[in-house]
């Protein structure tokens, strides 16, 4: 699955925006519905009991293609793409410019992003060459570099791994949580991994042509994090 979202200053005619970008990409997307999604804060006032908090309400408003597992979210926030098949990562990125261009097309609107990310989650199957085999065996130079000491030098298991990092002079973060579990594919010993990478910036744009430019930037920075060694 891979996920693009891009979170801005809150746009007050969220409805009538919604309303032209669901005839507009009729189309590509032909299900429109509404959803609503609370948000939630944790009130620690009191440390010794914490309480949980609704914020607030949100219309969000979904444009869908069910065949094709694809979706797209507007809200007042923030617009997300959802392909849940993927296929290509122009068609991604051209849906989703097709998107943020179109809601911010009308001049009276100011484009204002707060947090731009692109989300890919990853399944591989490789066949274990070693039960012995660790964590540098299978992941890219890139990759390896930014990791913490104690993923070095250690075998892979089942277990659950997160980890977080900037990379200052791409003026990004990547948030990685991975896991790995032994198994057979085809007669033979394999490991199958979920790699679920999340790039983010939260860099300012002038304008959405400008944030898109950035949005390739980061596919080729989860390129580099995502390349597994066979």
């Given at each position: 699955m891979v996920l693009a979202r891009l979170d801005?200053?809150?746009?007050?005619?969220?409805?009538?925006?919604?309303a032209k970008c669901q005839s507009e990409f009729s189309k590509e997307f032909p299900e429109p519905s509404t959803e609503s999604e609370t948000g939630y804060?944790?009130?620690?006032?009191?440390?010794?009991?914490?309480?949980?908090?609704?914020?607030?309400?949100?219309?969000?408003?979904?444009?869908?293609?069910?065949?094709?597992?694809?979706?797209?979210?507007?809200?007042?926030?923030c617009v997300i793409l959802e392909h849940h098949t993927y296929t290509s990562f122009d068609q991604f990125h051209n849906e989703f410019t097709r998107l943020v261009e179109y809601i911010f097309s009308d001049t009276k609107l100011v484009f204002q992003p707060k947090?731009?990310?692109?989300?890919?989650?990853?399944?591989?199957?490789?066949?274990?060459?070693?039960?012995?085999?660790?964590?540098?065996?299978?992941?890219?130079?890139?990759?390896?570099?930014?990791?913490?000491?104690?993923?070095?030098?250690?075998?892979?298991?089942?277990?659950?791994?997160?980890?977080?990092?900037q990379l200052a002079e791409d003026r990004v973060g990547i948030n990685i949580q991975f896991s790995s579990e032994k198994g057979f594919a085809e007669g033979k010993v394999s490991r199958r991994f979920i790699l679920d990478i999340d790039v983010y910036t939260t860099d300012t744009y002038?304008?959405?042509?400008?944030?898109?430019?950035?949005?390739?930037?980061?596919?080729?920075?989860?390129?580099?994090?995502?390349?597994?060694?066979?």
């Open positions: 801005f200053a809150q746009l007050f005619a969220i409805d009538s925006i919604a804060d944790i009130d620690m006032s009191n440390a010794l009991d914490p309480k949980v908090r609704i914020r607030e309400l949100n219309n969000v408003y979904c444009l869908s293609n069910s065949p094709q597992k694809k979706k797209a979210k507007i809200s007042a926030n947090r731009l990310g692109l989300r890919k989650l990853n399944s591989f199957v490789l066949p274990e060459e070693s039960s012995l085999e660790n964590f540098e065996g299978y992941f890219s130079p890139y990759l390896l570099a930014h990791l913490k000491a104690p993923f070095l030098n250690t075998t892979l298991s089942a277990d659950n791994h997160q980890m977080s990092f002038e304008n959405p042509q400008a944030c898109m430019a950035g949005f390739l930037r980061m596919n080729d920075i989860d390129r580099k994090s995502t390349r597994l060694n066979s």
